[in-house]
T-cell receptor, first 113, second 113 residues
Framework: DVKVTQSSRYLVKRTGEKVFLECVQD?????MFWYRQDPGLGLRLIYF???????EKGDIPEGYSVSREKKERFSLILESASTNQTSMYLC????????????FGNGTRLTVT | SQKIEQNSEALNIQEGKTATLTCNYT??????LQWYRQDPGRGPVFLLL?????KEKRKERLKVTFDTTLKQSLFHITASQPADSATYLC????????????FGAGTRLAVHP
C-alpha cells in the first residue's frame, strides 16, 4: 500500500513564524499535492508538483511556497504564518498517469496564534 | 469557475437501508469523477472512479452513477452499516489528467443501529 507520511499531526505556531510542513511518500509517485481543508469549504489546492524541482500554483497559493528537492519529499512553507492559515493541511501523491486516485496523508492540524 | 456541490447537511439513515449521496457540478465537463471517504482526523481515502462514458460503477456495496447531461453523480451504499458512518467527498479533475482534483465540501453520513 502507498504510504504518505506527514511529519506532524499537530502544530502550534505564533504569528510571523516561518513554518515547514513535511510530506514523504514511498511509492515513487511523480505527482505530489498540498491541500488545506476548512469546514464548509472542502479541500482547496495550494500547490502541486509533477516532478522533482517542478511546482505549480493551485487555487490558493498566496502566503505559501513549496520545495521538492527529492521525488519522495514535498515540503510546504508558510513564510510568515498568519492566523488565517490555521487549518488542516493534507498532503497527497499520485502516479504521473491520468485518472489515478490521490493517496493522502493523515494531515497536519496547524494552529497559528 | 468550476464548482462542486454536495449536500452540506448530514444524512442520517437506519442500518440496513440504502444511503444516497449527491454531487452536482457546474461550469465543467470532467472526463471522470472520483469519490473518497474521510473519517474524523484522517486523510481522505479513495473509493471509486467513474469515467464520463460509464453510466454506473460498482464495488461491493457501493455504486456510483454519472450523468453528464444533468452534471450529477450519485453515490449509493446499500445495506448500510454503522461502520459506513463518515464524510464522503466527490472530486473531479479540471486539469486534463494531472490529477489536480477539486473537491466538494463533503456530506457526512451517520448510520444508526
Amino acid at each position: 500500500d502507498v504510504k504518505v507520511t506527514q511529519s506532524s499531526r499537530y502544530l502550534v505556531k505564533r504569528t510571523g513564524e516561518k513554518v515547514f510542513l513535511e510530506c514523504v511518500q514511498d511509492m515513487d509517485h511523480e505527482n505530489m499535492f498540498w491541500y488545506r481543508q476548512d469546514p464548509g469549504l472542502g479541500l482547496r489546492l495550494i500547490y502541486f508538483s509533477y516532478d522533482v524541482k517542478m511546482k505549480e500554483k493551485g487555487d490558493i497559493p498566496e502566503g505559501y511556497s513549496v520545495s521538492r528537492e527529492k521525488k519522495e519529499r514535498f515540503s510546504l512553507i508558510l513564510e510568515s504564518a498568519s492566523t488565517n492559515q490555521t487549518s488542516m493541511y493534507l498532503c497527497a501523491s499520485s502516479p504521473g498517469t491520468g485518472y489515478s486516485p490521490l493517496h493522502f496523508g493523515n494531515g497536519t492540524r496547524l494552529t497559528v496564534t | 469557475s468550476q464548482k462542486i456541490e454536495q449536500n452540506s447537511e448530514a444524512l442520517n439513515i437506519q442500518e440496513g437501508k440504502t444511503a444516497t449521496l449527491t454531487c452536482n457540478y457546474t461550469n465543467y465537463s470532467p472526463a471522470y469523477l472520483q469519490w473518497y471517504r474521510q473519517d474524523p482526523g484522517r486523510g481522505p481515502v479513495f473509493l471509486l472512479l467513474i469515467r464520463e462514458n460509464e453510466k454506473e460503477k460498482r464495488k461491493e456495496r457501493l455504486k456510483v452513477t454519472f450523468d453528464t447531461t444533468l452534471k450529477q453523480s450519485l453515490f449509493h451504499i446499500t445495506a448500510s452499516q454503522p461502520a459506513d458512518s463518515a464524510t464522503y467527498l466527490c472530486a473531479l479533475d479540471p486539469s486534463g489528467g494531472y490529477n489536480k482534483l477539486i473537491f466538494g465540501a463533503g456530506t457526512r453520513l451517520a448510520v444508526h443501529p
